[in-house]
């Protein structure tokens, strides 16, 4: 699979993942993982869980992706065909306001996102997605409807989705992404969390 650190492609099979997850209590897939702010704010504050950020925007990735952690990776790849050198070793997935075909396929109950997600998944993996009312709404839906459809569509794959919690403002303001800190000062700061786990 294609990694990324700085301005640098490199190629890591399964052993050299492996050997790289040596000694780690959790794997945590950040899905979607933009400029990778979750997935870097996530290794620094817990060292003994390694953090997989995936994306397939290369360009985003090159300021926390050239960061000296050792419990971080960066993958270059589409949400909907994930690396099989993952398969089997998430122990936590998240995907925090998702857009574009990430968005849709989450809409739509993408069978290569939802089959790869269980792919990747242990037997004890949870789940958490946050969602936001804008990106919604430009997919023609509103934030509640598009929770619900995405909640149903989790069912359907095998997840147990807890009931939907709302975010505030003041939790966007906190929550570490660049997207969070915009809704939250921006004109339509609704957000949804989904969390549950993989039965």
Known sequence: METIRGRR????????LTDRLT???RV?????????????????????HFVIGVDAC??????????????????????????CELNGLVSHITINFPWGSLLES?????????????????????????????ALAEVGTTLAAGAKEIYNSLLQFGWQINTPVMMNVQTLRTF??????????GRDPRAIQLSGFFR
């Not at 960061?67 to 065909?81: C, E, G």
């Not at 242990?122 to 009312?133: K, Q």
Request: with cysteine; net charge negative; aromatic share 8%.
């Open 9 to 16: 492609s490199l190629d890591l099979d399964l052993n050299g």
């Open 23 to 25: 000694n780690y209590d």
């Open 28 to 48: 945590i897939l950040d899905l979607g993982t933009g400029d990778g702010k979750f997935a870097f704010h996530y290794a620094r504050a817990f060292p003994r």
């Open 58 to 83: 290369r360009e985003n990735l090159r300021e926390h992706s050239s960061a000296k952690l050792t419990n971080m990776l960066f993958v270059i790849a589409s949400a909907q065909d994930l690396p």
């Open 106 to 134: 989450l809409l739509d109950g993408d069978p290569r996102l939802m089959c790869g997600l269980e792919s990747v998944s242990s037997s004890v993996t949870t789940l958490d997605i946050r969602l936001n009312g804008g």
């Open 176 to 185: 570490p992404t660049t997207w969070a800190k915009r809704l939250a000062f």
